[in-house]
């Protein structure tokens, strides 16, 4: 089946470093989405790619679809407190399971203050 | 936030006993999909639902079955609860009448199985 592999697992870093996490899928995505999870919380939409190549911000947010459709990266310049949990980068199956995501393992981000 | 609920918000229960959890929307949406949450793991699909009392099995399945006889009510039901079911339960619903397709999820709900 399809997997989702991100990395790095942990990130620790400190306040006003940037971050970038990695989702890499085995097969070619038709849109991948990423979603963040504040400690103790629920998973949240943050964004959805579906072009190849496609680059998105929010605010201190960069999120890249890669050429091939098979891997993106979220890039968070100067950290901030509030930007701690863990980001999970989320792909919909192909053909007729497409309304199902699988789901990165998320990359938990700690940042010292 | 979407309208999701799940009850009950935290659950402790005995190796055995049979528990049931319970997810409802006030967005009329389609899909409907039960997730576990695990250290390590990050979300695996359970059960998922694409309309009224149509399911289908996801990733970890054993153990675990679903019912949907109502568009808003999504139900979770451990027939024999064992101590590997021990984690965090995430309701998750979407649809597809626009992009993007993404999924809303519930509050969550933390089982413990002694």
């Known amino acids: 089946g399809q997997q989702v592999m991100q990395i790095p697992q942990y990130q620790h870093v400190q306040e006003g470093e940037d971050f970038t996490t990695y989702c890499n899928s085995s097969t070619t995505l038709s849109n991948i989405q990423w979603y963040k999870q504040r400690p103790g919380g629920h998973p949240v939409f943050l964004i959805q790619l579906v072009k190849s190549g496609e680059v998105k911000k929010q605010k201190r947010l960069t999120f890249q679809f890669g050429e091939a459709k098979k891997n993106s990266s979220l890039h968070i310049t100067a950290t901030q407190t509030t930007d701690v949990g863990t980001y999970f980068c989320a792909g919909p199956n192909s053909g007729a399971g497409s309304y199902q995501l699988t789901f990165g393992k998320g990359t938990k981000l700690s940042v010292i203050p | 936030d979407a309208g999701i609920t799940q009850s009950p918000r935290h659950k402790v229960t005995e190796t055995g006993t049979p528990v049931t959890l319970r997810c409802h929307q006030t967005?009329?949406?389609?899909?409907m999909y039960w997730y576990r949450q695990d250290p390590g793991h990050g979300l695996r699909l359970i059960h998922y639902?694409?309309?009224?009392?149509?399911?289908d099995k996801g990733e970890v399945s054993d153990g675990y079955s679903v019912s949907r006889s109502k568009t808003e009510d999504f139900l979770l039901t451990l027939e024999s609860a064992t101590s590997s079911q021990t984690s965090v339960y995430f309701c998750a619903i979407s649809d597809f009448v626009d992009a993007p397709n993404e999924q809303f999820f519930g509050p969550g709900t933390r089982l413990t199985v002694l």
């Open positions: 639902s694409y309309g009224v009392k149509d399911t």
């Open positions: 967005e009329n949406h389609r899909y």
